[in-house]
């Protein structure tokens, strides 16, 4: 279905499987872009991993693929890689998950697509970027969490090496893709040049891992080892208070003034007046301040600390989340039909005034819209535009 998106007229061809190609596209379907999705005839592997209303409609594919259209395409065929050259002839973008000598053993290496359509934007979605000695490895988001040091994280605040409880990799690299898609739309916009584009898991999450934990090992000599001290502290978690827990951050001078002059907890002095001196023994002041926590409930330590302007909040559960009151509000939520009924969707959390984005529609059954694109990308006159 077609929408005055920031993205509207932009046509995707996606060959990205599991999540972060699809997260990206998914964005860019919100955004108004035409998004074809090109399966093989087995599918998507999320359309399997978790619950769904019917088999190969499981809720992580259902998200990241919503209002796409699914084409399956046997590219192992010479009859498939043939579909798949006449619509990349007529595409803006070609995005694809595969590794690089894969994608080249098919015949669709950016060389040979651009080759079809100069104008084109090719955007190669991998674990470890091309120029590594790493290129050919397998990733997932587990293996990339460890890689960039998230565990070691982990184990720092509690002791044991654990994963994050999200697919963090997945996601911020597939946000990673979508800003350097777009960048590249941007410079094509401009000049009329088409370019390749690579973003890769590894690359992204190093990037991401060292914006404040580079620290003092960014200098030469290095000033210290890297980590961002507040980020690593065992006591830096959320506060058990008389009856759950409370995440606050009192933090700036302003906000410690206005908490200390409020609570006058006996342990505050002098020396934890400035944000400088609290930074240099940050372990402490959390230990100092978890203790205060305590002794009131969660309830009334929010009314206090809103009324003090210090951010807090009550520590909730992802259930919580499709029930909370600021996201009614805001509209956060859209309910869109489907073939299986009524889908509940995060929307776009981006707002624009002029184009604004939308659930672009249900997700694809496996394949629903081969022959439709199809006829439509071979029908006389078209351009080889699909619109639904």
């Known amino acids: 279905m077609e929408h005055a998106g920031p993205l509207s007229g932009i046509r995707v061809i996606d060959l990205t499987a599991m999540v972060m190609g699809p997260y990206c596209t998914q964005i860019m379907a919100d955004m108004g872009a035409e998004v074809i999705k090109i399966e093989p005839p087995a599918g998507d592997n999320t359309r399997y ?113 654990s994963y994050v409880g999200t697919i963090m990799a997945d996601k911020i690299a597939g946000l990673t893709a979508l800003y350097a898609t777009t960048m ?18 590894f690359e992204t999450m190093a990037a991401f891992m060292l914006v404040e934990h580079a620290n003092g090992a960014m200098f030469d000599p290095p000033l210290g080892a890297a980590a961002y001290p507040r980020a690593v502290t065992p006591n830096r978690k959320p506060y058990r208070t008389a009856d759950g827990y409370l995440a606050a951050l009192v933090y700036n001078d302003k906000q410690w003034t206005a908490f200390v002059e409020s609570v006058r907890p006996p342990w505050a002095g002098p020396e934890w007046a400035t944000l400088e001196q609290r930074a240099a023994r940050i372990d402490t002041v959390y230990a100092l301040l978890a203790e205060t926590f305590a002794e009131r409930s969660t309830g009334e330590w929010l009314e206090l600390l809103r009324a003090l302007d210090i951010p807090a909040a009550p520590v909730r559960s992802l259930d919580e989340l499709f029930d909370n009151p600021h996201l009614l509000d805001s509209g956060f939520f859209e309910t869109v039909d489907s073939p299986h009924g009524p889908v509940r969707f995060p929307g776009p959390p981006a707002w624009f005034s002029r184009t604004p984005g939308r659930v672009a529609g249900p997700a694809p059954r496996l394949g629903a ?16 535009r699909v619109r639904g």
């Open 49 to 161: 991993i978790s619950v769904g209303p019917e088999r190969g409609m499981a809720g992580v594919f259902v998200n990241v693929n919503r209002g796409k259209r699914s084409v399956v395409l046997d590219l192992r065929t010479a009859d498939g890689k043939a579909v798949l050259r006449e619509l990349l002839a007529e595409a803006d973008v070609f995005i694809h998950s595969m590794r690089a000598a894969a994608v080249a053993r098919l015949g669709f290496a950016y060389a040979e697509v651009a080759a079809v359509n100069p104008a084109i934007v090719y955007t190669n979605c991998y674990g470890y970027g091309r120029r590594g000695r790493d290129a050919d490895r397998t990733a997932y988001d587990d293996t990339i969490q460890a890689e960039c040091g998230l565990p070691s994280v982990q184990r720092q605040l509690t002791g044991t090496a």
């Open 184 to 201: 590249a739309l941007f410079h094509r916009e401009r000049t009329g040049a088409g370019q390749e584009v690579e973003v890769a898991m």
């Open 369 to 384: 819209d081969t022959e439709d694109v199809l006829s439509r990308v071979r029908a006389p006159g078209t351009n080889g």
